[in-house]
């Protein structure tokens, strides 16, 4: 977020490291306003970092504008096939933040606590189990290991509620919890039923992924229609929610995929559901739209019969390689879900997109010039 604050401070200045210092000094102020003036948010140094260098990329890219927007087809070639490299990291860190985190033995279960930002628990909560396992409230025994089974890719999570006098809130239900983190928690927004997982990424002070469930506590059927059953689980390589009042049963399933990056490193907690997969797609696009751009710029249209074919071929090719090691291989090493069919139309969505606008770019820079020419002819001829 701090990328456009470094990008408009460059353009402003020309500079390098004023601007720089400009990012870094505000990043510092806030997250030192978050020790204590701040309500509700945590100051960290992976905040100063992530912030910093986002200023920093904003001012790079303002200062290499010319050669990044206009580049020559030996250095388009070479960009593209950088950027190739950078997207392929990109999924391939996304995939590896998604698996299980490390869980310590430390962990104490909390049935209903009270949070800051939180209200009560409106209704009740009569049973919470992980694999037929009863949690009751507090220390458990390690002999139950709830480390080694939330750290597996296979573990169901539920708990059971009375409905009666339950008002839309926004309420921890249930959590497991350690020092600085919580490996799991169940929590009601509203009518909505809503379950976080702890991944990797949550080792690095960033997200972990949070499915939510839209009005899994309106249900109301059956002979008892205020007795709910409601699941958390890690099924084949996707976070699962469920909801089950007398007859009437639902779920949402999130797959664990390599597009969901931008959640990783949002900075607000968005949870998951069907509905977020526009937002996944377009991250995909924006991801390869550079490769696209100077794919197209690596292939001047003038030598489209010569030696750039082969270039144009090599491009080609490390993208189809880059795709297939992020949406097939890194997936399979690190126990996540492959990528959808929808995230291959999305990348070559972006391709498209990229080359479109390098031959929109190309046009209208032509057009400048054959204008400009003849208003220098008749100049000079004054």
């Known amino acids: 977020m701090f990328m456009p604050l470094g990008f408009a401070l460059a353009l402003a200045l020309n500079r390098r490291w004023i601007p720089l210092a400009i990012c870094v000094a505000a990043t510092v102020a806030i997250e030192s306003l978050q020790i204590a003036v701040v309500v509700g948010r945590d100051s960290s140094f992976g905040d100063i970092l992530s912030n910093s260098l986002g200023g920093w990329i904003g001012i790079e890219l303002a200062l290499r504008r010319k050669p990044l927007l206009a580049p020559e087809p030996a250095t388009a070639a070479r960009l593209a096939l950088a950027w190739c490299a950078v997207f392929a990291a990109t999924c391939a860190a996304t995939t590896w933040a998604l698996g299980p985190a490390f869980v310590p033995r430390s962990l104490w279960v909390q049935w209903l606590p009270p949070r800051s930002g939180y209200e009560p628990f409106s209704g009740r909560l009569l049973a919470f189990d992980i694999n037929g396992i009863d949690l009751p409230l507090g220390f458990p025994s390690t002999s139950l290991g709830l480390d080694r089974r939330l750290m597996s890719d ?6 059971t509620i009375d409905r009666d006098g339950l008002e839309p809130r926004r309420s921890v239900i249930v959590r497991i919890s350690e020092e600085l983190t919580q490996p ?27 499915i939510v469930l839209r009005d899994a506590l309106r249900v109301s059927s059956g002979a008892h229609p205020d007795l709910v059953r409601l699941t958390c689980e890690h099924r084949d390589r996707a976070l699962v929610a469920g909801v089950q009042a007398g007859t009437e049963s639902r779920e949402e399933v999130v797959p664990l995929s390599p597009s969901l990056g931008w959640l990783v490193l949002s900075p607000f907690d968005i949870p998951l559901d069907g509905g977020a997969r526009w937002i996944a797609a377009l ?12 794919w197209a710029a690596a292939v001047p249209r003038r030598d489209r019969a010569t030696g750039h074919r082969a270039t144009a ?55 400048a010039r054959e204008t400009a020419l003849p208003a220098r002819a008749a100049f000079a001829q004054r």
Do not use: Y
Not at 154 to 159: E, L, S, Y
């Open 184 to 210: 799991f928690a169940l929590e009601q927004r509203g009518w909505d039923l809503t379950c976080l997982q702890k991944t990797r990424s949550a080792q690095l002070r960033f997200r972990s992924p949070r």
């Open 154 to 159: 296979a573990w169901r999570a539920t708990a």
């Open 283 to 294: 991250w995909m696009i924006a991801l390869v739209v550079p490769i696209g751009f100077w």
């Open 313 to 367: 071929t090599v491009i080609g090719a490390a993208l189809l390689a880059s795709v297939t090691l992020a949406f097939v291989v890194a997936p399979l090493v690190a126990g996540t879900a492959l990528g959808g069919w929808w995230e291959w139309a999305a990348v070559f969505a972006g391709v498209a997109l990229g080359w479109l606008v390098a031959l929109v770019l190309r046009r209208v820079a032509t057009v």
